[in-house]
């Protein structure tokens, strides 16, 4: 069992910044993956940003060089800092521990989440 306790989010005007953090604990020897995932009221969960065990990170493009996906292994404490925020960020994010499939990656287990509202 994973467990994923997040913390951060809140309020922010356009082009500012935040960052959301999430502490991992449990079993975790099978998760090759952590993720960021956000959604919007009414819409499905959308894909932000992912870290592989060597390191591997992708972004969907739009917050590519906006935010940085880190990992302290040390503290086992997955951050994303967000920066330049727009209002189109607005959204409950959500971290999720990954598992490696034959062609794709399941997320079995996830965060609480926690409201990120960019205001213009």
């Known amino acids: 069992q994973v467990r994923l306790v997040q913390s951060g989010g809140g309020s922010v005007q356009a082009g500012g910044s935040l960052t959301l953090s999430c502490a991992i604990s449990?079993?975790?020897?099978?998760?090759?993956?952590m993720g960021w995932f956000r959604q919007v009221p009414g819409t499905p969960r959308d894909f932000v940003s992912s870290i592989r065990n060597d390191g591997d990170i992708r972004y969907t493009d739009s917050v590519t060089g906006r935010f940085t996906i880190s990992k302290d292994n040390a503290k086992n404490i997955l951050y994303l800092p967000m920066n330049d925020l727009r209002p189109e960020d607005t959204a409950t994010y959500y971290c999720?521990?990954?598992?490696?499939?034959?062609?794709?990656?399941?997320?079995?287990?996830w965060g609480q989440g926690a409201q990120v509202t960019v205001s213009s």
């Open positions: 999720a521990a990954g598992i490696q499939k034959i062609n794709r990656v399941d997320w079995p287990e």
């Open positions: 449990g079993s975790t020897g099978t998760r090759s993956f």
